[in-house]
């Protein structure tokens, strides 16, 4: 059965498929054919972050399609935050695909993503049985932002297309505690989420272009009974970044929105140090 995974800032890349003209593919490429490529990409070690990236080439009746995925992990896991964010890394990629169930919790090699992509290629083919399917494509992507005093940022991306009138993908930023491993939300970080929406409904309506005089459900937004926050968000020194994935408060055809709010209208409300 298809199966989609539902897609951290507003520009996801879209994977290209290729291939050559099916009257010059031999006889034998009618088969179900697969090779696989895994090529790890300058391995680069911070803080115990290791980065890289593995691929998959799909091959069927005579299309291929490239398939990525872009990953970071904690090589050594000394503190709480590390095994959390290992952890949250593996609860995403072990739940939509077959990747094996007996994974440790929190020891991650590029084995995993690498499974994940096969996973996905064995789908497709399963899917599509000898059949003349449109091959699928598929980019996933995480990366971890070490560098504030008292947090991490987790972003994971992922942009796919499984058959249908079009791909679907996701953006989100997760926020993990670095003194307890705990995810952090914005009432972690604001003392009145209710003032904090106000002030950020102006700034919401310009940066959205959303004219002036026209509600926000008379510009195609899905707010329900108050315009809110989502706990999709990046904070920094200088303002509040929230992000909206599509569909999330307004139809597919309406692209992903964005806010950003800058500091110093809501200094007054901050509760711990950014």
């Known amino acids: 059965m298809k199966k989609e995974i539902y897609i951290v800032f507003g520009v996801i890349a879209l994977l290209l498929s290729c291939g050559a003209e099916k009257e010059n593919v031999p006889a034998q490429d009618d088969e179900l054919i697969e090779e696989s490529i895994v090529e790890e990409l300058g391995k680069e070690e911070v803080t115990q972050l290791i980065n890289g990236e593995v691929s998959h080439q799909i091959v069927y009746l005579g299309d291929t399609s490239l398939i990525t995925f872009e990953y970071a992990y904690y090589s050594q896991l000394d503190s709480a935050y590390k095994d959390s964010v290992n952890a949250f ?47 699928w494509s598929l980019e996933c992507q995480v990366s971890i932002d070490d560098s504030h005093e008292g947090f991490v940022e987790i972003s994971h991306r992922a942009w796919s297309y499984e058959g249908g009138a079009h791909g679907n993908g996701y953006s989100q930023i997760s926020i993990i505690d670095k003194e307890d491993g705990g995810k952090l939300k914005l009432e972690d970080f604001f003392t009145d989420l209710s003032e904090l929406a106000e002030i950020a409904k102006p700034f919401f309506r310009d940066q959205n272009m959303v004219e002036e005089g026209q509600t926000l459900e008379e510009a195609g937004y899905e707010f329900g009974d108050a315009f809110y926050l989502c706990n999709n968000f990046s904070i920094y020194k200088d303002g509040l970044y929230v992000y909206y994935d599509r569909y999330e408060i307004g139809p597919y055809a309406m692209p992903p929105s964005e806010v950003m709010i800058p500091m110093a209208e809501i200094q007054h409300l901050l509760k711990r140090d950014i």
């Open 89 to 135: 890394i593996v609860d995403l990629y072990t739940r939509d695909y077959c990747v094996d169930s007996g994974w440790e919790s929190t020891v991650i090699t590029e084995e995993l993503f690498s499974n994940y992509l096969q996973c996905f290629s064995d789908d497709f083919h399963e899917y599509a049985n000898g059949e003349d399917e449109m091959i």
